[in-house]
């Protein structure tokens, strides 16, 4: 599975940016896509799954209400739709995909990973 993320951009507190990863290569309804983020000295932290085949979102506390996570399953396409954001949400963002029976939460879950694309949020 190859992946490609876009999206990013500088924002101001309280935009919006939709990212998105297009997916390659063979996908099941077992494929898990996810984000991740990488804020500069901190570890990469999980943002929000979706599963291919069952299409029920998993989020981290911290995104919550202000990001949703969607699927395109004709154009092989995960979005993240970034709403009300803050400065705590600048970061490189990636996303992943494998295959899983669960949604996977935790990065080294995953083997396949997009380049990253860097997501600034000015106050």
């Known amino acids: 599975v190859q992946l490609q993320a876009s999206g990013g951009g500088l924002v101001q507190a309280g935009g919006s940016l939709r990212l998105s990863c297009a997916a390659s290569g063979r996908t099941f309804s077992t494929t898990v896509m996810a984000w991740f983020r990488q804020a500069p000295g901190k570890e990469r932290m999980f943002v929000a799954a979706i599963r291919w085949g069952n299409a029920i979102p998993v989020y981290a506390d911290s995104v919550k209400g202000r990001f949703t996570i969607s699927r395109d399953n004709a154009k092989n396409t995960v979005y993240l739709q970034m709403n009300s954001l803050n400065a705590e949400d600048t970061a490189v963002y990636y996303c992943?995909?494998?295959?899983?029976?669960?949604?996977?939460?935790?990065?080294?879950?995953?083997?396949?990973w997009g380049q990253g694309t860097l997501v600034t949020v000015s106050s």
């Open positions: 992943a995909a494998d295959f899983s029976s669960v949604v996977l939460t935790l990065a080294t879950r995953y083997r396949f």
